[in-house]
């Protein structure tokens, strides 16, 4: 009987636990060196990144389109990505720092932390960094 009752209990915890929810990547993340802070949110049915600050580059001045080389960073989108598969997203990064978009990936590993991949050659170099939720 004691054995039934406790089976019971450990079947009843395990369905209350329910099914394991989504990482959400909306909010305010600040990049690996602490320099920059990006605010994520929902943009038709994708996760785009705009620029909130920059600490040193405040212009855009590496961007390959000379007319875009004066514009403030801060209010770019910088990360544009779509959903694949659980707490992951794929699609581009742009790189204020050589003015270049890149192939990207996403995944949260923890709701308080993303790993970005920026990847050249179609995947077969990449660079990656560990992003904060800052709020």
Not at 39 to 44: L, S
Not at 87 to 107: E, H, I, P, S, V
Request: hydrophobic share 35%; proline share 4%; glycine share 12%.
């Amino acid at each position: 009987m004691k054995t039934i009752a406790l089976a019971g209990a450990a079947l009843a915890l395990v369905l209350a636990a329910g099914p394991v929810l989504a990482q959400s990547p909306t909010g305010t993340f600040v990049s690996q060196s602490g320099d920059t802070r990006v605010r994520f949110a929902d943009c038709g049915g994708q996760i785009c990144g705009t620029i909130v600050s920059v600490r040193g580059q405040t212009t855009d001045e590496k961007n390959e389109n000379a007319s875009l080389r004066t514009r403030a960073l801060a209010g770019v989108r910088m990360i544009t990505m779509r959903p694949n598969g659980p707490n992951a997203w794929q699609g581009t990064l742009y790189n204020f720092q050589d003015g270049k978009t890149y192939n990207g990936r996403m995944t949260m590993p923890s709701a308080n932390s993303m790993s970005l991949s920026g990847c050249v050659l179609g995947g077969m170099i990449c660079r990656s960094q560990t992003w904060t939720r800052v709020n």
